[in-house]
């Protein structure tokens, strides 16, 4: 089993209820039903107040490497991405579980 994890900052300037924030988050919205490879799907906006702290994340699972690259494919998979690289860096981690 690989955990996928994905860490969003949002650029200088827009802030997660900026409409184009708002699309993104949702865009991830309901993928664990379109994507069969997802175990496990869960995202959402940052609470922690910290400066170091990152703006919205994503947590998933998926079975090997395969799926993963399944996943990182899927044509609504990738319309989300681009929707959130459009507005924010992220950074990323897959780690085996």
Request: glycine share 4%; proline share 3%; charged share 20%.
């Amino acid at each position: 089993m690989i955990r996928h994890l994905v860490l969003f900052k949002l650029n200088e300037g827009i802030a997660k209820d900026d409409e184009r924030a708002l699309a993104a988050a949702k865009a991830f919205e309901g993928l664990d039903q379109q994507i069969p490879e997802l175990l496990e799907w869960q995202h959402g906006f940052n609470i922690s107040p910290r400066e170091v702290a990152h703006d919205f994340a994503i947590n998933s699972l998926v079975a090997d490497q395969n799926a993963l690259q399944a996943y990182a494919t899927h044509p609504a998979h990738v319309a989300a991405a681009q929707l959130w690289r459009e507005i924010a860096t992220l950074v990323v981690a897959d780690f085996e579980v």
